[in-house]
T-cell receptor
Framework: GENVEQHPSTLSVQEGDSAVIKCTYSDSASNYFPWYKQELGKRPQLIIDIRSNVGEKKDQRIAVTLNKTAKHFSLHITETQPEDSAVYFCAVSPSGNTGKLIFGQGTTLQVKP | DAGITQSPRHKVTETGTPVTLRCHQTENHRYMYWYRQDPGHGLRLIHYSYGVKDTDKGEVSDGYSVSRSKTEDFLLTLESATSSQTSVYFC?????????????FGDGTRLSIL
């Protein structure tokens, strides 16, 4: 089955710097790649997603890039702010019409003021 | 926010007792999912449903069963709770589509098994 690896597990940056989180996956037929943000004690919330027919997608300070050949995708956060501090999860939708998502292990991002 | 309600929000129970968690949605979405979240493991799929009375196992289904008798309700049952099932449980929903679709999560249930 699909396997998703997420790195790094923790990331600390200064306010205003950029942060990059990377995920690799194993199933080349996977077709959908969302990113979730989870604040302490809260639900995971979708922040951006990308489909396999697109290489890059941007929404204000966040962007996701997808390299299908290398089977990895990355979350980029620019001009980080303290409120960006949270746990970020990548996920992959394997081939097949099940709607299932396989999640990475999560990255704890700390933005220091 | 998607209309997803999980109940109870918190529960403490003893080893060996049965426990049922409820997920209720008002979005009329076809797919519903149960996850558990533990430190260092991210979100792991327990069971999911792709329609009324249609369910399938996820990656950590042992010790859990589910039922879906109505579109809006998806129940997760721990048949005989063990301490290893202490966790935060999230329900999620998504619309049906041939490609992947975003899942939207409920607020979670914090379950402690003593």
């Amino acid at each position: 089955g699909e396997n998703v690896e997420q790195h790094p597990s923790t990331l600390s940056v200064q306010e205003g710097d950029s942060a990059v989180i990377k995920c690799t996956y194993s199933d080349s037929a996977s077709n959908y790649f969302p990113w979730y943000k989870q604040e302490l004690g809260k639900r995971p919330q979708l922040i951006i997603d990308i489909r396999s027919n697109v290489g890059e997608k941007k929404d204000q300070r966040i962007a996701v890039t997808l390299n299908k050949t290398a089977k990895h995708f990355s979350l980029h956060i620019t001009e980080t702010q303290p409120e960006d501090s949270a746990v970020y999860f990548c996920a992959v939708s394997p081939s097949g019409n099940t709607g299932k998502l396989i999640f990475g292990q999560g990255t704890t991002l700390q933005v220091k003021p | 926010d998607a209309g997803i309600t999980q109940s109870p929000r918190h529960k403490v129970t003893e080893t060996g007792t049965p426990v049922t968690l409820r997920c209720h949605q008002t979005e009329n979405h076809r797919y519903m999912y149960w996850y558990r979240q533990d430190p260092g493991h991210g979100l792991r799929l327990i069971h999911y449903s792709y329609g009324v009375k249609d369910t399938d196992k996820g990656e950590v289904s042992d010790g859990y069963s589910v039922s879906r008798s109505k579109t809006e309700d998806f129940l997760l049952t721990l048949e005989s709770a063990t301490s290893s099932q202490t966790s935060v449980y999230f329900c999620a929903i998504s619309e049906s589509a041939p490609e992947g679709q975003p899942q939207h999560f409920g607020d979670g249930t914090r379950l402690s098994i003593l």
